[in-house]
């Protein structure tokens, strides 16, 4: 029965999105999804024994503390960011320990008309595939071009633009949701952005935005200002490397972007993240650009895997408001996403950038999501070099490794951005978006499977 409604919703959208808004065009698509997602997978991984819940505005506490005795629950955390706050939000959300099953639960609350939305707090984790140095020995094919040496024709030509002295700008930022990173790496260190309002070491929150110390960003899987907790830090690590690792110094590996800021919001630990820490991370990030004023231009998400989040997806919308970019992995499930959305990957907001992985020989990696209208783009994600942290004799040091997935790839679009940014100062992220996705190569593998059947092109940037 779902997928008829599902199919019946499709019908009515295409019949009467012309002339609406587009909020209202966003509000259907959301309809849509929602359907659709309950229709085709219910085996995303959830938090045990929670839920989120969102009240409508002026819900007495009396008839909140009702809803509660009626799931046997509590409140475990209440989330009102300044974001939320700045949107209008006077609520937020909450994040309630159940004791029946979370299915039970949000069946029960969502009786309630005090109810807004409930869902599960949703489990996500990265999309990397670790398999086993590195420009001049052949091995960053990711930056090669069909022109330069070494060369590869389906790398993003970032060395062509390198070679025209464009290598990116100390003031453009780029936000990190994932793991932590290693900002001391000697390939990462350069470009490591801090907060310009705090003050390291003082133990006072000096930019007043909820956090103490946050120097290099927030850890908000521990609920820390430690942004690097060690070798367990190497996917964010690795992302990282790829999005801004130095060029030119003799060393390592180099980024798409080899001049930028980059700045950490850690949500993914040993047990993934969840929905409750990624809505943080983001309003962190919408925060601190414009708290700060900094040139925030995108958030890279190399992570994904839960189901539908109305409250995940108002914070990637807070982003698009404050024109920052999010670049997210379509997923390692080789899955069509329009028929079994991966979030984040699938949701309609259009700061939304979804990047598939594609092989050194141009092919779609065997392990890459795709989907013809929910993909936008191919990105090399197939035995990609970068910087990760490695333990020797007790401390941690640089080192460089092999990855795999649409983890990998997803940093090539966001170094991309940042990139363009500073070639083209006054771009707005719809331009720069627009730039990306007309920019691609035709590539056949890709073709009827992402929204552009194309590859990431940085050439002329």
């Known amino acids: 029965m779902k997928k008829v409604n599902y ?11 012309v002339g609406c808004s587009q909020k209202e065009q966003l509000q259907v698509q959301d309809e849509a999804l929602k359907l659709k997602s309950a229709s085709v997978k219910t085996d995303y991984e959830y938090v045990p024994n929670e839920i989120i819940v969102k009240f409508k505005e002026g819900t007495e506490v009396s008839k909140k503390e009702a809803v509660y005795a009626k799931l046997s629950g509590k409140v475990k955390e209440k989330i009102l960011t300044k974001m939320m706050e700045k949107f209008g939000d006077k609520n937020g959300i909450e994040l309630l320990s159940v004791s029946g099953t979370v299915d039970d639960a949000i069946a029960k609350a969502k009786t309630n008309k005090e109810v807004e939305y409930a869902e599960p707090n949703y489990v996500y984790h990265h999309d990397a595939v670790l398999n086993d140095t590195y420009f001049a020995n052949g091995s960053l094919w990711g930056m090669y071009g069909a022109s330069t040496s070494p060369a590869n024709q389906y790398g993003t030509g970032a060395a062509t633009v390198w070679a025209g002295g464009k290598t990116g700008s100390g003031s453009v930022y780029v936000g990190i949701i994932d793991e932590g990173y290693m900002y001391t790496h000697e390939d990462l260190a350069a470009n490591a952005g801090t907060n310009p309002g705090e003050i390291a070491g003082n133990g006072k929150d000096d930019d007043r935005n909820g956090y103490i110390d946050d120097v290099y960003g927030w850890d908000f899987d521990g609920n820390n200002n430690t942004v690097f907790d060690g070798t367990t830090d190497d996917h964010g690590t690795h992302v990282a490397g790829t999005i801004g690792g130095v060029g030119g110094n003799g060393k390592g590996v180099a ?10 919001a850690k949500f993914l630990g040993r047990n993934g993240g969840t929905t409750a820490n990624a809505i943080k991370a983001i309003d962190y990030f919408v925060d601190l650009k414009t708290r700060a004023s900094i040139d925030l231009v995108a958030l890279n998400n190399s992570w994904g895997g839960g189901g539908f989040s109305q409250a995940l997806q108002d914070a990637i919308e807070r982003a ?23 979030y984040p990957a699938a949701y309609p907001n259009s700061n939304i950038i979804a990047v598939a992985s594609i092989t050194s020989t141009g092919g779609l990696s065997s392990f890459s999501n795709w989907g013809a209208k929910s993909v936008d783009l191919g990105a090399p994600g197939s035995g990609i070099y970068s910087s990760v942290p490695l333990s020797s004799k007790g401390k941690i040091v640089s080192g460089y490794a092999s990855y795999s997935g649409t983890s990998m790839a997803t940093p090539h679009v966001t170094g991309a951005c940042a990139l363009y940014k500073s070639t083209h100062p006054s771009a707005s992220a719809a331009d720069i978006k627009a730039a990306i996705l007309g920019s691609v190569i ?8 992402c929204v552009t059947a194309g590859r990431l092109n940085v050439i002329g940037f």
């Open 7 to 17: 199919l019946l919703l499709v019908i009515l959208a295409s019949a009467l999105i």
């Open 255 to 264: 980024g798409v972007c080899w001049t930028v800021k980059l700045l950490d």
């Open 320 to 342: 698009n408001s404050a024109n920052i970019l999010f670049i997210v992995a379509a997923g390692n499930e080789t899955n069509d996403n329009d028929a079994a959305p991966s």
């Open 442 to 449: 035709a590539t056949p593998s890709l073709s009827g499977k």
